[in-house]
């Protein structure tokens, strides 16, 4: 897939402000594109505080704070608030969300493919993106890599990254996951590859010590007691396999070129499990992206995707022509 980008640089904003709710996932992604305009956005997070805790929390800006040039929200908590904004600056924010909103008033809105509807394609201000945006570059992991490498491998062999999540209401991490995920690895050590895995936020205790079983002269797993090395893992990579209950770690993996490879683990039949299965037929079928584990790892070649990008040129090519 050949990735096009405008190019139009003309005006940037210079005060941004990236508002979410305090979850990694959606704030990371309004960061992500918010560090294509300045190099830290100001953060403002939504309180899910209630009753009367609630009337306790400071407000999340004041009118006496610099006007943002450029609000980015994502997650539906952030809504009201972010139009809230618009309306308190005299409507002169330009305001953008990573997310089909459920009330209307953002000057652009960018909505995941697999949970597009055809009926958005009549709407100028919405537009497709693939997967979701993030702050992973290979430019951020590129000076990492010689010294990651070193570290997770230092006879030279390949590098495998395997990423895992947690349950989610579409994928249960039971013991049938696990064992998934420890054959897997075991067989890439066998192949002679140097394997790397790490859990995620959302993984369970129960998931974090059945990947410790795998702890090995070739095989190290993050055991949650240090920093993560994420970073590192994703720089060291060869390639990486991921669980199939995330969406936001494909997206990341895919900026790097390096293969990537989806696992298939225990599924909850449902309405949440189709989204998930949109998505990854969408990676592997319709772009040719990623591949699906089947026991080995290949190379295969695919123009890195750079989405986070993508979206910023769009919305620096709108704010330009206002």
């Not at 897939?1 to 704030?27: F, N, P």
């Not at 969406?247 to 390096?258: Q, V």
Request: proline content about 6%; aromatic content about 10%; hydrophobic content about 40%.
């Amino acid at each position: 897939m050949q990735v096009h980008y405008d190019e139009e640089k003309s005006l940037d904003a210079r005060c941004v402000w990236a508002v979410a709710e305090s979850k990694a996932g959606t704030l990371t992604q309004c960061l992500g594109v918010g560090k294509q305009f300045v190099l830290e956005p100001a953060v403002k997070l939504i309180s899910r505080a209630r009753g009367i805790k609630k009337w306790f929390e400071p407000p999340l800006f004041r009118r006496t704070e610099e006007r943002p040039e450029l609000v980015i929200s994502c997650g539906f908590r952030a809504e009201p608030t972010v139009l809230d904004i618009k309306s308190a600056y005299g409507g002169l924010p330009f305001t953008v969300h990573l997310q089909r909103p459920r009330i209307e008033g953002y000057d652009l809105v960018f909505v995941s493919r697999h949970d597009w509807v055809d009926e958005l394609a009549n709407r100028p201000n919405y537009h497709q993106m693939v997967g979701v945006p993030h702050q992973i570059t290979w430019a951020r992991l590129a000076p990492l890599r010689d010294a990651a490498r070193r570290r997770f491998s230092p006879d030279g062999r390949p590098i495998a990254a395997i990423f895992v999540g947690g349950s989610n209401g579409a994928y249960v991490y039971d013991e049938t996951t696990h064992e998934t995920i420890r054959h897997a690895a075991r067989q890439l050590e066998r192949e002679g590859w140097r394997v790397v895995a790490s859990v995620s936020r959302r993984s369970e205790d129960n998931t974090q010590q059945a990947l410790l079983e795998l702890n090995g002269e070739n095989i190290a797993v993050w055991d949650r007691q240090t920093e993560n090395p994420y970073l590192a893992y994703m720089a060291a990579a060869d390639a990486f396999l991921i669980t199939k209950d995330s969406i936001t770690m494909p997206c990341e993996a895919l900026a790097t070129g390096k293969p990537v490879f989806t696992l298939d683990i225990t599924p909850v039949e449902g309405p949440r499990l189709d989204k998930f299965v949109r998505y990854h037929r969408d990676l592997h079928e319709t772009l040719q992206l990623t591949r699906p584990f089947e026991g080995k790892i290949e190379a295969y070649i695919y123009e890195p995707l750079d989405e986070t990008r993508r979206i910023a040129s769009i919305i620096r090519s709108k704010m330009n022509r206002m």
